[in-house]
T-cell receptor, first 117, second 115 residues
Framework: GAGVSQSPRYKVAKRGQDVALRCDPISGHVSLFWYQQALGQGPEFLTYFQNEAQLDKSGLPSDRFFAERPEGSVSTLKIQRTQQEDSAVYLC???????????????FGPGTRLLVL | GENVEQHPSTLSVQEGDSAVIKCTYSDSASNYFPWYKQELGKGPQLIIDIRSNVGEKKDQRIAVTLNKTAKHFSLHITETQPEDSAVYFCAATNAGGTSYGKLTFGQGTILTVHP
């Protein structure tokens, strides 16, 4: 079946522009995570959704970052007034989830590579 | 919060040799430890995972060991092949806690297998 898809795959933005990154999780997956991966580093957690509820946004680096998942499926990560330090790969992952205390495998999308000039 | 340290940062081996990557974690409440392989331009792909109630797990040429007392876990790849060349990440999380399963990753190991 289809895996996690993300679009666009590449995005070049001028400093100060707003960008929107889309994630299509695996159908039926309750849990959705966003991670940020700087060049040569491991992914770092940004935010977590369980269905449409954003239960953890502790990793969002500033109030310029905003994420939503209004219908509990597709999610969008929005970055306002982009800065050069926002340049990174943004990864989305989904898992079947929903069961307390059970760690489900997280399946990652290919990521969106954002370059802010 | 959790902190995961991974080493070595680069590892070069000859085809057929074994490769070992080690990780340590800080949060004793962590109970799930996956390993991901990431190829250039792709997202991380799970290759093996281990839960805290198990000391070792093996899947063909790949094995993972966990020492909860010392808070470290390792990935072992035997009979390496050129297609094993990639970046490998370890991760840790406390499944069932208020972390909601969010993963804390190590810094990654670039594995190169020479034919």
């Amino acid at each position: 079946g289809a895996g996690v898809s993300q679009s666009p795959r590449y995005k070049v933005a001028k400093r100060g522009q707003d960008v929107a990154l889309r994630c299509d999780p695996i159908s039926g997956h309750v849990s959705l995570f966003w991670y940020q991966q700087a060049l040569g580093q491991g992914p770092e957690f940004l935010t977590y959704f369980q269905n449409e509820a954003q239960l953890d946004k502790s990793g969002l680096p500033s109030d310029r970052f905003f994420a939503e998942r209004p219908e509990g499926s597709v999610s969008t990560l929005k970055i306002q007034r982009t800065q050069q330090e926002d340049s990174a790969v943004y990864l989305c992952a989904s898992s079947l989830g929903g069961l307390a205390g059970v760690q489900e495998t997280q399946y990652f999308g290919p990521g969106t590579r954002l370059l802010v000039l | 919060g959790e902190n995961v340290e991974q080493h070595p940062s680069t590892l070069s081996v000859q085809e057929g040799d074994s490769a070992v990557i080690k990780c340590t974690y800080s949060d004793s409440a962590s109970n799930y430890f996956p390993w991901y392989k990431q190829e250039l331009g792709k997202g991380p792909q799970l290759i093996i995972d281990i839960r805290s109630n198990v000391g070792e797990k093996k899947d063909q040429r790949i094995a993972v060991t966990l020492n909860k007392t010392a808070k470290h876990f390792s990935l072992h790849i035997t009979e390496t092949q050129p297609e094993d060349s990639a970046v490998y990440f370890c991760a840790a999380t406390n499944a069932g806690g208020t972390s909601y399963g969010k993963l804390t990753f190590g810094q990654g190991t670039i594995l190169t297998v020479h034919p």
